[in-house]
């Protein structure tokens, strides 16, 4: 949205001002010095425009000079729509205009993640301004040679483990010689980025137009991907064929979606060396091109370029096998000086030259630019770079009050701080005690992952800030961080990833929007696409949450995250996209909907135009500001998933990770929240979830159950197992009210009892293995106990008591069954009383079905229902049916009679 510039015409000033009499031009002066502060404010090109967060009354909105809009965007990157190759010869031919210079450009074909052949042939690419060859016509009837003189391949040697090229006679079109490509499977199943390029020596300019043209075939038929680069630490795309980038930022802005966000290079220079803007600046005049009302959100890469992780290796990631693959240290101090610099100098070129156009900024680092440890997810722990272990030594420097107190802590005579070195590997991957650390005995390697935790999150707050300051405090601040339910499904503890310090993110001043993907579990249709974090936790602490939707839609290509739930129609893709639009609604997210591949997922109207039929549900939601304060809390403990070993992943993935399955299937919404914001009475429900509350002090146990006084809780796998640090079975009663017992099970499963069924439950959930420890309910009765574990011991007990309903469920995860139960016993609303994933706030109520049949939706109240896509009633509260099939999703809104 920009300002106007104020266009003065001096030399028609003056010929009217001849007209006038003294007395008039005195008006006119005094008028317009009256309207001088406007007038200056109009004209200023840098920092014009303001968008920031406003979370008064708990429902964050963007304000955009302050007035709200919707928290809708685009996310893309200039990329290249695919072309289908059959095994018949075609003739592809095509037109870009360059969009950047380049001395050094190169043309790369990319083949997809499946096996089978290629053929290509006659290769040729033309400057239609000069009439001259920029790649001479390649027939490959000189053999390899024809190959070997302009093209290789990447990635080579033994990292290349799917493909093989030759050249033979009679394979290309016309019975000549061509090229053939062969893909076979990898044998570990990681397909790496395997493409076929032109030496990078294209002389390129930009905005001149060139032709392509090449014949191509492929059994089995397959989608090619073909684009034009200029190398270098990030690949600048120069064109392709299609236009995907600009039909899609067209169609969302005809949508009234004008928020675009996009990658851009992160100039970081050589000392003495002036930034290179061009990129950037091509980069944001692409997109104003389009769309001149563009809001642009740019994204850059933190990571430092290869000369400076040439000339600061201490500072450069380290892995136990001493490799040092990628990433700088984030706990490094010079890291951090340097990337805030190079951040800052970034921000006010752009704030000069696009102030009244960029809406904010996105810094990204570490793995996919998400803020948490490189290779978080596979079993080689990093964490030993010089830097690493310089700052570990000062962070417990500050923990520890002394080296006799970190000697007591730690059990271990000489220690100090001044030389304690890294936890060695063997320690971080062993679990001698089963899921948890033992308090005593590893009390460094729970020291340790609370520094991971915090160097990560310190390091994403001092960016923050630089971009605060750059910006003039003008601008969105955005950034990927606190996953902290869906790292519950990291194989060498969820702690590994540096995401576990949300807490001191969520006090950054800095800081306008988190963000994340939506998670990758449970996001199919049937699904009820939950948040990877403690969502309602952000909005309590002022802040914005943004779900990244990179729904692999039915354009999509690609074997990316997600592409596991490919949707296979429009109308598939168009039930996924509504789904989560009317969630983030309610639950005042913002969205960016993610060409991921930069493909074309977005690029067709008809998604758009369901982003535009949502705008109503959009505008009532920012008109009238409603916190989403559901009836159900799911609360996480961050800071006790510090005290896991690897062995707690039989615990967290079903307990932590996939356990928001049943409970967005139990009927009613939820919301998720960190355990400190219930402790500090924030959080006011009717049924409490406390997936892991395993270490709480006195006090903490005290003031947690003043705060949840009345309500009912349910107590997940080991509450209370730990008294500040030391086991306690008192401290389990204290906070449960059950007299828990330990118990060896070679199967921690809960399978429903007879009093169990007679409340609905049916299914069986929990680990096929064995877990330690594991609790079971010493003093349940037969009607109190719903489920017992195989070998018999009380695993599920519900019971009421003066002070509340109070459920134990030893066995780790849920079921939405059981959240059914204990739901009608708490007295919670439940819109459905069978599966079904279910939003709703203030008179909306969004359904997304998780099987086929008909619904028997309870309102709550009188009155019409009405669809609000369709404009029609589809019945009258407080009870009615609908029929609907797995995947569909329904938007409703009461309306009183």
Same mark, same amino acid.
């Given at each position: 949205?920009?300002?106007?510039r104020?266009?003065?015409?001096?030399?028609?000033?003056?010929?009217?001002?001849?007209?006038?009499?003294?007395?008039?031009?005195?008006f006119?002066?005094?008028?317009?010095?009256?309207?001088?502060?406007?007038?200056?404010?109009?004209?200023?090109?840098?920092?014009a425009l303001?968008?920031?967060? /406003?979370?008064?009354?708990g429902?964050?909105?963007?304000?955009?000079?302050?007035?709200?809009?919707?928290?809708?965007?685009?996310?893309?990157?200039p990329?290249?729509?695919?072309?289908?190759?059959?095994?018949?010869?075609?003739?592809?031919?095509?037109?870009?205009?360059?969009?950047?210079?380049?001395?050094?450009?190169?043309?790369?074909?990319?083949?997809?993640?499946?096996?089978?052949?290629?053929?290509?042939?006659? %290769?040729?690419?033309?400057?239609?301004?000069?009439?001259?060859?920029?790649?001479?016509?390649?027939?490959?009837?000189?053999?390899?040679?024809d190959?070997?003189?302009?093209?290789t391949?990447? =990635?080579?040697?033994?990292?290349?483990?799917?493909?093989?090229?030759?050249?033979?006679?009679?394979?290309?079109?016309?019975?000549?010689?061509?090229?053939?490509?062969?893909?076979?499977?990898?044998?570990?199943?990681?397909?790496?980025?395997?493409?076929?390029?032109? *030496?990078?020596?294209?002389?390129?300019?930009? #905005?001149?137009?060139?032709?392509?043209?090449?014949?191509?075939?492929?059994?089995?038929?397959?989608?090619?991907?073909?684009?034009?680069?200029?190398?270098?630490?990030?690949?600048? *795309?120069?064109?392709?064929?299609?236009?995907?980038?600009?039909?899609?930022?067209?169609?969302?802005?005809?949508?009234?979606?004008?928020?675009?966000?996009?990658?851009?290079?992160?100039?970081?220079?050589?000392?003495?060396?002036?930034?290179?803007? +061009?990129?950037?600046?091509?980069?944001?005049?692409?997109?104003?091109?389009?769309?001149?009302?563009a809001?642009?959100?740019?994204?850059?890469?933190?990571?430092?370029?290869?000369?400076?992780?040439?000339?600061?290796?201490?500072?450069v990631?380290?892995?136990?096998? $001493?490799?040092?693959?990628?990433? +700088?240290?984030?706990?490094?101090?010079?890291?951090?000086?340097?990337?805030?610099?190079?951040?800052?100098?970034?921000?006010?070129?752009?704030?000069?030259?696009? $102030?009244?156009?960029?809406?904010?900024?996105?810094?990204?680092?570490?793995?996919?630019?998400?803020?948490?440890?490189?290779?978080?997810?596979? =079993?080689?722990?990093?964490?030993?770079?010089?830097? /690493? %272990?310089?700052?570990?030594?000062?962070?417990?420097?500050?923990?520890?009050?002394?080296?006799?107190?970190?000697?007591?802590?730690?059990?271990?005579?000489?220690?100090?701080?001044?030389?304690?070195?890294?936890?060695?590997?063997?320690?971080?991957?062993?679990?001698?005690?089963?899921?948890?650390?033992?308090?005593?005995?590893?009390?460094?390697?729970?020291?340790?992952?609370?520094?991971?935790?915090?160097?990560?999150?310190d390091?994403?707050?001092?960016?923050?800030?630089?971009?605060?300051?750059?910006?003039? $405090?003008?601008?969105?601040?955005?950034?990927?961080?606190?996953?902290?339910?869906?790292? $519950?499904?990291?194989?060498?503890?969820?702690?590994?990833?540096?995401?576990?310090?949300?807490?001191?993110?969520?006090?950054?001043?800095?800081?306008?929007?988190?963000?994340?993907?939506?998670?990758?579990?449970?996001?199919?249709? #049937?699904?009820?696409? =939950?948040?990877?974090?403690a969502?309602?936790?952000?909005?309590?602490?002022?802040?914005?949450?943004?779900?990244e939707?990179?729904?692999?839609?039915?354009?999509?290509?690609?074997?990316?995250?997600?592409?596991?739930? *490919?949707?296979?129609?429009?109308?598939e893709?168009?039930?996924?996209?509504?789904?989560?639009?009317?969630?983030?609604?309610?639950?005042?997210?913002?969205?960016?909907?993610? /060409?991921?591949?930069?493909?074309g997922?977005?690029?067709?109207?008809?998604?758009?135009?369901e982003?535009?039929?949502?705008?109503?549900?959009?505008?009532?939601?920012?008109?009238?500001?409603?916190?989403?304060?559901?009836?159900?809390?799911?609360?996480?403990?961050?800071?006790?998933?510090?005290?896991?070993?690897?062995?707690?992943?039989?615990?967290t993935?079903?307990?932590?990770?996939?356990?928001?399955?049943?409970?967005?299937?139990?009927?009613?919404?939820?919301?998720?929240?960190?355990?400190?914001?219930?402790l500090?009475?924030?959080?006011?429900?009717?049924?409490?979830?406390?997936?892991?509350?395993?270490?709480?002090?006195?006090?903490?146990?005290?003031?947690?159950?003043?705060?949840?006084r009345?309500?009912?809780?349910?107590?997940?796998?080991?509450?209370?197992?730990f008294?500040?640090?030391?086991?306690?079975?008192?401290?389990?009663?204290?906070?449960?009210?059950?007299?828990?017992?330990?118990?060896?099970?070679?199967?921690?499963?809960?399978?429903?009892?007879?009093?169990?069924?007679?409340?609905?439950?049916?299914?069986?959930?929990?680990?096929?293995?064995?877990?330690?420890?594991?609790?079971?309910?010493?003093?349940?009765?037969?009607?109190e106990?719903?489920?017992?574990?195989?070998?018999?011991?009380?695993?599920?007990v519900?019971?009421?008591?003066?002070?509340?309903?109070?459920?134990?469920?030893?066995?780790?995860?849920?079921?939405?069954?059981?959240?059914?139960?204990?739901?009608?016993? +708490?007295?919670i609303?439940?819109?459905?009383?069978?599966d079904?994933?279910?939003?709703?706030?203030?008179?909306?109520?969004?359904?997304?079905?998780?099987?086929?049949?008909?619904?028997?939706?309870?309102?709550?109240?009188?009155?019409?229902?009405?669809?609000?896509?369709?404009?029609?009633?589809?019945?009258?509260g407080?009870?009615?049916?609908?029929?609907?099939?797995?995947?569909?999703t329904?938007?409703?809104?009461?309306?009183?009679?």
């Amino acid at each position: 949205m920009p300002f106007p510039r104020l266009l003065i015409p001096w030399a028609g000033f003056h010929a009217w001002r001849a007209a006038l009499t003294i007395g008039q031009v005195a008006f006119l002066l005094l008028r317009m010095i009256k309207l001088l502060p406007a007038i200056l404010i109009m004209a200023m090109p840098a920092f014009a425009l303001t968008v920031r967060v /406003d979370s008064a009354g708990g429902a964050p909105r963007i304000l955009v000079n302050g007035k709200p809009v919707r928290a809708r965007m685009f996310w893309g990157a200039p990329g290249s729509a695919p072309l289908r190759i059959t095994g018949e010869w075609q003739k592809i031919q095509f037109e870009f205009t360059a969009f950047e210079d380049a001395e050094n450009g190169t043309f790369h074909f990319r083949f997809g993640r499946q096996a089978g052949d290629v053929w290509l042939d006659d %290769i040729q690419v033309v400057d239609l301004e000069t009439g001259r060859d920029l790649i001479p016509k390649c027939t490959f009837e000189n053999g390899q040679a024809d190959f070997s003189r302009d093209w290789t391949y990447w =990635p080579p040697g033994d990292k290349n483990t799917v493909g093989s090229i030759k050249v033979e006679r009679g394979v290309g079109a016309g019975q000549s010689a061509g090229l053939q490509i062969t893909l076979r499977n990898p044998p570990d199943g990681q397909w790496p980025d395997f493409h076929i390029y032109h *030496h990078p020596r294209l002389k390129i300019a930009r #905005g001149r137009k060139y032709l392509v043209t090449f014949s191509a075939r492929a059994e089995p038929a397959r989608d090619l991907t073909v684009a034009f680069y200029r190398p270098g630490a990030q690949f600048v *795309h120069l064109g392709g064929p299609g236009g995907v980038f600009e039909s899609q930022i067209k169609l969302a802005a005809a949508a009234g979606v004008n928020f675009v966000s996009f990658p851009i290079e992160m100039p970081w220079p050589k000392p003495g060396v002036a930034p290179d803007w +061009a990129s950037v600046d091509a980069a944001c005049e692409r997109i104003l091109r389009v769309n001149p009302e563009a809001l642009l959100l740019p994204r850059m890469g933190m990571d430092p370029p290869k000369w400076w992780r040439e000339a600061h290796p201490e500072a450069v990631m380290q892995w136990e096998d $001493g490799s040092r693959k990628a990433g +700088a240290v984030v706990a490094s101090s010079l890291y951090r000086r340097e990337a805030s610099r190079q951040l800052s100098a970034l921000v006010e070129h752009l704030e000069e030259k696009f $102030g009244e156009h960029v809406a904010g900024y996105h810094p990204c680092g570490q793995n996919t630019g998400e803020w948490f440890y490189h290779d978080t997810w596979k =079993p080689a722990l990093s964490g030993y770079a010089p830097e /690493d %272990i310089a700052a570990w030594r000062a962070w417990l420097g500050k923990r520890y009050s002394s080296d006799a107190e970190l000697q007591s802590s730690w059990g271990v005579k000489g220690i100090t701080c001044a030389e304690a070195k890294a936890p060695v590997p063997a320690e971080r991957h062993a679990s001698p005690d089963g899921v948890f650390r033992n308090p005593r005995s590893e009390r460094h390697l729970i020291d340790w992952a609370q520094f991971q935790q915090e160097a990560m999150a310190d390091c994403v707050c001092e960016l923050a800030r630089a971009v605060r300051q750059a910006s003039h $405090g003008k601008k969105l601040v955005v950034f990927f961080y606190g996953y902290v339910f869906e790292f $519950g499904a990291v194989a060498t503890s969820p702690a590994v990833s540096g995401h576990y310090a949300l807490r001191r993110v969520l006090d950054c001043p800095d800081i306008d929007v988190l963000c994340s993907p939506i998670s990758y579990f449970d996001r199919g249709p #049937g699904g009820n696409a =939950p948040s990877m974090t403690a969502a309602e936790s952000v909005a309590l602490a002022g802040k914005m949450w943004l779900n990244e939707d990179d729904t692999h839609t039915y354009r999509a290509t690609g074997d990316v995250p997600g592409s596991a739930d *490919h949707a296979s129609s429009l109308e598939e893709t168009n039930h996924e996209l509504v789904r989560n639009v009317a969630q983030e609604a309610m639950r005042n997210f913002g969205t960016w909907w993610m /060409d991921l591949t930069a493909t074309g997922w977005f690029n067709d109207p008809a998604m758009w135009r369901e982003m535009a039929r949502l705008k109503p549900l959009d505008d009532a939601m920012l008109n009238q500001p409603t916190p989403f304060r559901p009836e159900v809390a799911l609360v996480i403990d961050e800071k006790a998933m510090s005290l896991l070993a690897p062995a707690a992943v039989q615990v967290t993935r079903p307990g932590v990770y996939e356990v928001r399955r049943a409970v967005g299937r139990m009927g009613a919404p939820y919301g998720q929240y960190l355990l400190d914001d219930v402790l500090a009475g924030r959080v006011k429900a009717r049924l409490y979830i406390f997936l892991n509350a395993w270490n709480l002090t006195g006090s903490e146990r005290a003031a947690l159950l003043r705060a949840i006084r009345g309500q009912a809780a349910i107590w997940c796998y080991a509450p209370g197992y730990f008294d500040n640090g030391t086991v306690s079975m008192d401290a389990m009663r204290e906070l449960t009210g059950f007299q828990l017992a330990p118990v060896q099970m070679a199967r921690a499963e809960a399978i429903p009892t007879e009093a169990g069924r007679r409340l609905g439950m049916q299914a069986t959930f929990g680990s096929t293995k064995s877990i330690k420890p594991l609790f079971r309910a010493a003093d349940a009765g037969l009607d109190e106990t719903l489920a017992e574990y195989p070998g018999g011991g009380a695993a599920v007990v519900l019971r009421k008591t003066t002070t509340g309903l109070s459920v134990f469920v030893g066995a780790p995860g849920l079921s939405s069954d059981l959240l059914r139960a204990v739901a009608r016993h +708490a007295g919670i609303h439940l819109y459905t009383q069978q599966d079904c994933n279910v939003y709703a706030n203030g008179p909306f109520i969004a359904l997304h079905a998780s099987q086929d049949g008909p619904l028997e939706i309870h309102t709550g109240k009188a009155g019409r229902v009405i669809d609000m896509l369709a404009g029609s009633a589809v019945g009258q509260g407080p009870v009615f049916k609908l029929q609907l099939k797995r995947g569909e999703t329904r938007l409703l809104r009461m309306v009183p009679n």
